[in-house]
């Protein structure tokens, strides 16, 4: 088998795959992290702060998970069509999070209105939980093993079966990493009061992994 760096095919590719995927979850691990802490901002001083820390590397981010989709389908093509064929309502609901996590950040602040800001708000943080929610949902089951037939076909049950209670706490456990992540970025870009209520939800957010994670 031919080699490359002294790693045949499938060890480099599933090297490449890992990279991606892991730069992903801590680059944009930290945006979701920011945004989930969102609501618990009650000024709007404090909230445009901590959009305006993502703000700059947020969509940047998401390149990771093009990339890592590619690699993915170049390196594990059976892999790639069995994962994404299995898991599609998942996959189709972080799609639709992701979208609204963008369109929140982009037209959050084209009004004045309170109503308006709140509403996008509120999309913006639920988006932001979800979203490292599912991967952790995602990741739980395929940690524990997808039913496949002999051609690598689902022979699952409907996406229900999907919210076993061990992806529930791989789920709500990723959350609780993000979050901690995120609150420790927003440290770095911030001070005064925020510095010290971020402080005091950093301590929450370690206290939430440590429970979920045990």
Known sequence: METIFGLDYPTLWFLIVGGLFSGYAILDGFDFGAGAWHLFFN???????????????????????????????????EMYATLFSSMYVPFMLFLVFIIFRAVSIEFRSKEEMKWWRKSWDIAYSISSIMLPFLLGVVLGNVLQGLPLDKDFHYVGGPFFEFLNPY???VGVTTLALMMTHGA???LLKTEGRLYAKLTILLRSGIIFFIISFT
């Open 43 to 77: 000024k709007e001083e404090s909230r445009r702060i901590a959009l305006n820390a993502v703000g700059p590397v947020w969509d940047g981010n998401e390149v990771w998970l093009v990339i890592g989709g590619g690699a993915l389908f170049a390196g594990f093509p």
């Open 167 to 169: 992806s529930l706490m």
């Open 184 to 186: 420790i970025y927003l």
